[in-house]
């Protein structure tokens, strides 16, 4: 009897897992499920959320034929009975594996009245309340990588606009001193307010007050802050972290459900330097597939292998850098700015689309990554410690 595998998301890391799994089994039912028909490319919100919806892929399109694909939101997950309830499906959909890469579309919320990037839904509301009353006081918390590059993405659309950026700690603290120095260059010169160091004490409607007593008004608050993954997850009886994500061991699976393999946003590997991304998504995707088709065709499995090797900002249309990191994750004293930093960054956020249409179309695997232990070197040290001393 061929083996059924669910695909909970039609992302980067389920379209990928979905077409590369297509290619090493020839014999087994694949489905990927998702909310909605349009591919959701998550690292250009901030684009559409200044500049207005682009065009929308469609999910089939991106997939190989003999996958089955059903739109619909998963409504809940029993991994005891192997099973899940999809909205408006009257019948529960029975699995072998499952591979979970439902993304974060939640944010961790501040108040209940503030604008989101995180989904297709939240940049659609936040487009729609622009509309409404042309926001001109536009103030982000938050300033990791979504608030940087929605900020400057916002500037460049709305130059006439104030944009404030409010965090708790320093701008660009994940960055080299060089970048550093770049990214407050940059924001002087475009008129963009950094409060850095800087801690909120109350929010009323249109107005924050800080801990040191100054206030800034804003027609328009948006949380930058972190995202988290659904709550189904956690409701479904895996163990999840404070975001949702669900702890997994080295092979990607489910601590709890070895027949659960788990990517992307989704999934938290303890102790580990992977963070929520694009960057991450597809090689999760990617390995899944390939250590699955190893199970179903009884090979050994290798631990999830990912080191780092930079990341990709953008600074508006015209402008960005690229920070060059060691496999870690740490910053080097290495960067690419300005428009070189902005074409680089447009190409790699093209790669992600031509990944997934080049995993579709050609006969042999098409995306790699680079590898390395995804483990943080303190806790590989002390691996070696207890070895040595055992």
């Known amino acids: ?16 897992a979905a077409n ?12 990927i499920i998702s909310e909605s028909i349009g591919f959701k490319e998550k ?4 684009e559409m959320a200044s500049a207005g919806q682009k065009k929308e892929i469609k999910i089939k399109k991106l997939l190989r034929t003999r996958i089955s694909f059903l739109q619909g939101k998963v409504k809940d997950i029993f991994p005891n009975e192997k099973s899940v309830v999809v909205e408006g499906n009257p019948d529960r959909i029975n699995y072998d594996y499952l591979v979970i890469a439902l993304g974060s579309s939640q944010i961790r919320p501040i108040q209940t009245s503030e604008a989101s990037i995180q989904s297709k839904e939240a940049v659609s509301d936040f487009l729609r309340k622009n509309k409404q009353r042309e926001i001109q006081k536009l103030c982000i918390i938050g300033a990791g990588l979504t608030g940087i590059e929605m900020a400057s993405e916002w500037k460049y659309f709305h130059p006439h606009s104030t944009v404030t950026i409010i965090d708790r700690n320093e701008l660009g603290s994940s960055f080299s001193k060089r970048a550093k120095d770049y990214l407050r260059v940059f924001m002087l010169e475009n008129d963009i307010n950094i409060l850095e160091n800087t801690h909120i004490k109350t929010i009323s409607e249109n ?16 949380n930058c802050t972190g995202f988290k993954g659904p709550d189904l ?21 489910s601590r709890q459900y070895p027949n659960v393999f788990v990517a992307g946003d989704s999934a938290y590997l303890e102790n580990s330097i992977l963070r929520m991304g694009c960057v991450t998504a597809l090689p999760m995707g990617a390995y899944i597939a390939d250590q699955l088709a190893n199970l179903i065709n009884g090979k050994n499995l290798s631990p999830f292998s990912f ?8 600074l508006g249309r015209k402008e960005g850098f690229i920070q060059f990191t060691y496999g870690d994750d740490r910053p080097k004293e290495w960067i690419i700015k300005g428009r070189w930093g902005a074409m680089i960054k447009e190409l790699v956020n093209r790669f992600t689309i031509f ?16 590898k390395g232990n995804p483990l943080r070197m303190e806790e590989i040290d002390l691996a070696k410690t207890i070895s040595i001393r055992t």
């Open 20 to 31: 590369r799994l297509d290619k090493q089994l020839k014999d087994a039912e694949i489905i």
């Open 207 to 222: 107005e924050i007050t800080l801990e040191n007593q100054n206030k800034v008004s804003f027609d328009c608050l948006l």
């Open 233 to 253: 997850l956690k409701e479904a009886g895996f163990q999840t972290n404070s975001l949702n994500q669900i702890y997994v061991d080295p092979f990607l699976r």
């Open 307 to 314: 080191q780092f090797v930079g990341r990709c900002v953008s």
């Open 355 to 370: 990944s997934l249409k080049m995993e579709k179309q050609s006969p042999f695997r098409f995306y790699f990554w680079p």
């Open 1 to 16: 009897m061929k083996p059924k595998i669910l695909i909970l998301g039609a992302g980067y890391a389920g379209i990928l």
């Open 43 to 46: 690292i250009r919100f901030h």
